[in-house]
């Protein structure tokens, strides 16, 4: 058992051995004496796999439209629009690439919170928490960086205020630490205005380094899973448990053959026979004005209304809190009982969705309008 009292060298030794232990890095213990637990909430185990999957429609897809996108800011609207109206099965693709990223941050979501709250996080999974929600914030800036590739008038305008809101920072830090976040903007715009640079930077982010970051963080998360297996999830000292190969394995893929089926459904919209399209919006005009009632995509809600609402600091602040709370979760709520983090995971259930699907009403009647 490692103490205070031990060196460094010999409680990170320990520390490495008890999460990468070498008896069960072989092919048998990984996947064929692996077993999956079974109870009322065994549904959340599928999460995983499914983000992954639409983590791979997403690859698929967006290498299919790599062969037309056009990363400049003269041709990339255009070069959309001709992969939806004159590419063969371009619209398609597009709606699959569109909606599936919808899909696959909505499941990370989720995933997140019920992992939270079966306390999946405890030792020695604190690597998988980690690397799980190291995944969680590349899917977002996935989001972020993909929403302006199209380059349309209001994902435009929102990476502006998007940026904007990075270098506000600055009048809330003191001395030379204020000037980091007008750093970090013109770092991550790459001119004094959104433009060519701006766009060429997202493209790579998108296309190259958030795919690669997302490679190694997602074999570092799928080793640990496979490693120490599935956490047992409930109060509950024994369960009943099924072999991950083949009958967990059979029972994940027949979950990704109805995701997929019903992400092709909304990118068709067969009902209908007609595509249900992801809208691409008018193309930016640089002499248009900035369009009312800009907003970010949906999943971006959360932070957008409580911007609105709030002053800046106290959701800058309060953000980095949550954030920082759930990176290190393993080491917060070590102690805590899954009763009591069912209960924090609900209520940030309940917060997300109401910003989410009523956020719009709660700012005006904050502001005193009229819903």
Not at 231 to 243: A, H, I, L, N
Request: net charge positive; glycine share 8%.
């Amino acid at each position: 058992m490692s103490t205070a009292t031990d060196p460094l060298s010999s409680r990170v030794a320990r520390f490495v051995r008890e999460r990468l232990p070498a008896e069960k890095l072989n092919a048998r213990q990984l996947l064929i004496e692996k077993e999956v637990p079974q109870h009322k909430a065994s549904w959340a185990y599928y999460l995983g796999g499914l983000a992954l999957f639409f983590f791979l429609i997403q690859v698929v897809t967006g290498l299919m439209l790599l062969f037309y996108y056009q990363p400049t800011v003269s041709d990339a609207h255009a070069s959309v629009a001709a992969i939806s109206e004159h590419v063969a099965g371009g619209a398609l693709i597009r709606n699959l690439h569109a909606w599936s990223a919808s899909a696959m941050i909505a499941v990370v979501i989720v995933h997140v919170l019920t992992t939270f709250a079966m306390k999946a996080f405890a030792r020695p999974r604190e690597l998988t928490w980690v690397s799980g929600m190291t995944l969680a914030l590349i899917v977002f800036t996935f989001g972020f960086t993909g929403y302006l590739l199209p380059w349309n008038q209001i994902a435009v305008n929102a990476t502006k205020v998007g940026l904007q809101s990075i270098e506000a920072l600055g009048q809330y830090l003191p001395g030379e630490l204020a000037r980091w976040p007008t750093y970090v903007r013109e770092t991550i715009q790459g001119e004094p205005s959104v433009g060519q640079a701006t766009l060429s930077r997202f493209f790579a982010l998108h296309v190259i380094l958030l795919p690669l970051a997302t490679v190694a963080a997602l074999g570092v998360h799928l080793l640990q899973v496979q490693v120490h297996g599935m956490s047992r999830g409930v109060d509950v000292e024994q369960v009943k448990t099924e072999r991950f190969f083949p009958f967990f394995v059979i029972k994940d893929l027949s979950v990704w053959g109805v995701a997929f089926f019903v992400v092709c459904v909304v990118a068709m919209c067969l009902p209908f026979d007609a595509l249900l399209p992801y809208p691409l919006l008018e193309p930016f005009n640089p002499l248009g004005s900035t369009p009312d009632g800009i907003k970010p995509e949906w999943y971006f809600f959360f932070v957008y209304y409580p911007l609105e609402i709030l002053p800046y600091w106290v959701v800058v602040a309060g953000s980095t809190l949550v954030l920082g709370t759930m990176f290190l979760a393993p080491w917060i709520f070590g102690r805590t009982s899954r009763r009591t983090l069912r209960v924090l995971a609900l209520g940030a259930a309940a917060y997300f969705l109401l910003m989410t699907f009523f956020g719009q009403t709660v700012y005006e009647i904050l502001k005193g309008g009229q819903p």
